[in-house]
């Protein structure tokens, strides 16, 4: 192959690599459990409940000390935790379903 050619190959290899990158947007498979507390955080959310918030954080730290759920998926879940502690209940909301969303058909 002559360089020209190499030149072609790399580019359309990397064009392909970014396509392929741009179109796994989303989350990827989870454990039932980050699910299950998922569909936990989704409610708690929706219903602007504080109190709850406390208790779901407890769930995602024993679950990921018990190895039901991978560090990655705590730090999913703690990020939407995070954002409605912050008052922003409809993007933890939001956030929270579309983790579930992300889930169907897998």
Not at 7 to 21: E, G, N, R, S
Not at 42 to 57: D, G, H, M, P
Not at 71 to 96: D, F, K, P
Request: aromatic share 6%; net charge negative.
């Amino acid at each position: 192959m002559n360089q020209r050619s190499l030149q072609k190959c790399f580019d359309i290899t990397l064009l392909t690599a970014v396509v392929l990158q741009l179109n796994a947007c989303g989350y990827p498979e989870v454990s039932p459990k980050t699910y299950e507390i998922s569909k936990a955080l989704y409610s708690i959310c929706n219903q602007k409940s504080k109190e709850r918030l406390e208790t779901v954080t407890k769930l995602i730290q024993s679950s990921l000390e018990s190895q039901e759920i991978t560090e990655s998926e705590a730090n999913w879940l703690n990020e939407i935790v995070a954002q409605a502690h912050e008052g922003e209940w409809e993007s933890a909301t939001l956030e929270a379903r579309q983790l579930m969303e992300d889930q169907v058909g897998r």
